[in-house]
Structure formats: structure tokens, C-alpha cells
């Protein structure tokens, strides 16, 4: 079966770097995805792994290693509007999206 | 219409009774899917379909029903609520045809009450 891990909450600082972790174990493995979510709001897309590797996007980079079936989200030069949650995502042998139960951000100023 | 659309936003429903929750897409995107949203709990799948048609079952599939006759509109039912289905649901959609990361394109989100 399938097994998603993320913390469930974490604060940081404006202007600083956190990380957010996931660990996962899967049968079958099509890539690894990153959502964030604000509060009342639809999940909305980040980012995409499927190669062993650092993929970065602006501010926000992601990270996989498929051996040790752990992904993180860094997010950089935090922003009062990055209080989300943040939501990780295997595709599977079906190419169906499992779900973390996703990690709540808050950003303090 | 830009995107994914759901209808209605929120509904308050009698235990019982039957509700549809609309969904239409204008990107012209091969697989649909709806998924339920509970505090806690990430995203569950309740059905899917990969291509007008057909629909498959998901994670949570019981006292839902869906229908995808054409490529835009996926609708859920539930035939006979009951308070276990309040939920937030939302729709998807992707382009899992090949060549593309296949990522899911969210609607706004139904929350629905069941008492």
C-alpha cells in the first residue's frame, strides 16, 4: 500500500527559509507533487519530481530522493501570503494522486 | 468560463435526501476526478474518469455515484445523504494524455452539510 508523511504544522519567520518534509513508501512511483492550499481555497499546483534532485521555481524549490522516499519543499524569503498549507502528493502505478494530509504554514511577522 | 467550475458553493442537505454537485471544465481535459476534503485527512478520491464514458472507483467510493457523458461535466451524486458526507469536495481535472506533468487543476469546492 501507500503511506504519505508531513509534519502537520510549522511556524517560521517573514524574510526567513523553512522546510517542509515528506516521507512516503509506495509499490509504485510516477513522481512526487507539491500543492498549496490557503484557508477556504482550492489546493493549486507548485511543483513536479520525478528524477532524484533539486527542481527549483523562484522562491520555492523542491526536492526528491527516490531511494529514500523523502521529498521537501523549501521556501525562501517567506511572505506574510505564504501562510498556507502545503500539500504532498505521490502519483501512483495508476497514475492516481495519493495525498499527504498536508502541513499548515504560519508565517509570523 | 475560465477553468474548473463547481455549483453550488455550499448546501445545507436533510439526511436523506438526494444531491448532485456539478462540475464543468473548459480545458478540454481528458480525466476528471472528485475528491472529498476532511479536517485532518488528506484529499480522498471518490471517483474518477479517465476519458468520457467511463468512471472508475476510488478510495471512498460508497454512497456516491458519478456520470461523464460528454468531456466538460463530471457530476457527483449522492443518492441518500447522511451526516458522514459533510464534507469540503472538490473537482479536477488533468491532461493525462502523454507529454504533460499530468498535474490536476483544481474547481473552487463544494462544502456540503448533511444533518
Known amino acids: 500500500g501507500q503511506n504519505i508523511d508531513q509534519p502537520t504544522e510549522m511556524t517560521a519567520t517573514e524574510g526567513a527559509i523553512v522546510q517542509i518534509n515528506c516521507t512516503y513508501q509506495?509499490?509504485?512511483?510516477?513522481?512526487l507533487f507539491w500543492y498549496q492550499q490557503h484557508a477556504g481555497e482550492a489546493p493549486t499546483f507548485l511543483s513536479y519530481n520525478v528524477l532524484d534532485g533539486l527542481e527549483e521555481k523562484g522562491r520555492f524549490s523542491s526536492f526528491l530522493s527516490r531511494s529514500k522516499g523523502y521529498s521537501y519543499l523549501l521556501l525562501k524569503e517567506l511572505q506574510m501570503k505564504d501562510s498556507a498549507s502545503y500539500l504532498c502528493a505521490l502519483m501512483d502505478s495508476n497514475y492516481q494522486l495519493i495525498w499527504g494530509a498536508g502541513t499548515k504554514l504560519i508565517i509570523k511577522p | 468560463i475560465a477553468g474548473i467550475t463547481q455549483a453550488p458553493t455550499s448546501q445545507i442537505l436533510a439526511a436523506g435526501r438526494r444531491m448532485t454537485l456539478r462540475c464543468t471544465q473548459d480545458?478540454?481535459?481528458?480525466?476528471m476526478y472528485w475528491y472529498r476534503q476532511d479536517l485532518g485527512l488528506g484529499l480522498r478520491l471518490i471517483h474518477y474518469s479517465n476519458t468520457a464514458g467511463t468512471t472508475g472507483k476510488g478510495e471512498v467510493p460508497d454512497g456516491y455515484s458519478v456520470s461523464r457523458a460528454n468531456t466538460d461535466d463530471f457530476p457527483l451524486t449522492l443518492a441518500s445523504a447522511v451526516p458522514s458526507q459533510t464534507s469540503v469536495y472538490f473537482c479536477?481535472?488533468?491532461?493525462?494524455?502523454?507529454?504533460?506533468?499530468?498535474?490536476?487543476?483544481f474547481g473552487p469546492g463544494t462544502r456540503l452539510t448533511v444533518l
Open positions: 509506495t509499490s509504485g512511483f510516477n513522481g
Open positions: 480545458m478540454r481535459h481528458n480525466a
Open positions: 479536477a481535472s488533468s491532461d493525462s494524455r502523454g507529454g504533460d506533468l499530468g498535474e490536476q487543476f
